[in-house]
């Protein structure tokens, strides 16, 4: 039996699983971003991270699923990294839509989305993406992801739209000023990030009508700008992975019934079905 060692990477961390005499390890490392990291950088890290980890087992295939890889000079620098490392492997490295499509649908057809600290879609024919919904990133889009949910609470806290109740929570729950959100939305780093880490506010509060409204209507806008745009939306199984669609899959069922559609698996993490696919 091939050993197999199976990636699935954000740009801070990485989740690793080797399959091997029918057994299951996995490791966790940094994550890697293409965009930040050179094929030596990548090459050092996992070095020092994932292969002792491995103890010198001889991996025949690797399956690299990540952030950035739409990108074709992106996928290069990860299969020279791979191969460096592995060099009698064969070497696959895909985007981490793709991850969510195989690992939601295996060989099935149906629409695949993704909700975490971003957004995305397509819908999937069994073997390959064949139509996407065009994302644009945090500022423009991202509908339904937790930067998207988290800049609704941010939004609702800086309007002085939460009632008083709400008002007190989010002050004892963050402990920050309106001066210090807005100088780490424009001047901070991974802005995305800092957005949805105000996700967690809304998790606590379920059951509040305001806190409902912004879950029902940011999760509505990712079905009505990106779902609506699929006709095979009515045909196949909708099905959803990330940590946003996993906290609130309540919701996400709520609007499928709304909208007539099927949902399929909702899945914390892509991990458990890509291994049920590359078996």
């Known amino acids: 039996m091939n050993v197999k060692l199976i990636a699935d990477s954000g740009a801070t961390k990485c989740e690793w699983c080797l399959l091997h005499e029918g057994k299951k390890k996995k490791i966790l490392t940094q994550g890697i971003s293409p965009y930040f990291l050179g094929q030596e950088e990548i090459v050092a890290l996992l070095q020092k991270e994932l292969l002792p980890k491995l103890k010198n087992i001889a991996v025949a295939e690797v399956y690299y699923y990540g952030t950035g890889l739409g990108n074709t000079n992106n996928v290069k620098v990860i299969i020279k990294a791979l191969k ?8 696959e490295a895909n985007t981490d839509l793709l991850a969510a499509a195989r690992a939601l649908c295996i060989n099935e057809k149906g629409v695949a989305c993704i909700l975490g600290t971003g957004s995305n879609s397509c819908y999937y024919n ?12 945090y500022v423009l889009g991202d509908e339904g992801s937790g930067s998207y949910l988290g ?21 004892v729950t963050f402990t920050t000023t309106p001066l210090e959100i807005l100088e780490r939305v424009y001047k901070g780093q991974q ?6 880490s105000f996700t967690i506010f809304l998790a606590q509060n379920r059951g509040h009508y305001m806190i409902e409204n912004i879950i029902e209507d940011s999760i509505n806008d990712f079905f009505f700008n990106h779902l609506y745009k699929y006709s095979e939306s009515w045909l196949y199984p909708i099905s959803f992975t990330g940590s946003v669609a996993y906290g609130f899959k309540d919701v996400i069922q709520q609007l499928c019934n709304t ?11 892509p991990m458990d079905g890509l291994i049920q696919y590359h078996s």
């Open 191 to 196: 802005p995305n990030r800092y957005l949805a």
């Open 151 to 171: 800049k609704r609470v941010i939004q609702h806290y800086l309007y002085n739209t939460f009632d008083e109740d709400l008002k007190a929570r989010f002050d």
């Open 259 to 269: 909208y007539e559609l099927e949902l399929g698996k909702v899945l914390q993490q």
């Open 126 to 137: 069994g073997k390959k993406i064949m139509k996407n919904s065009p994302g644009l990133g």
């Open 84 to 91: 460096t490392l592995f060099p009698g492997a064969d070497v």
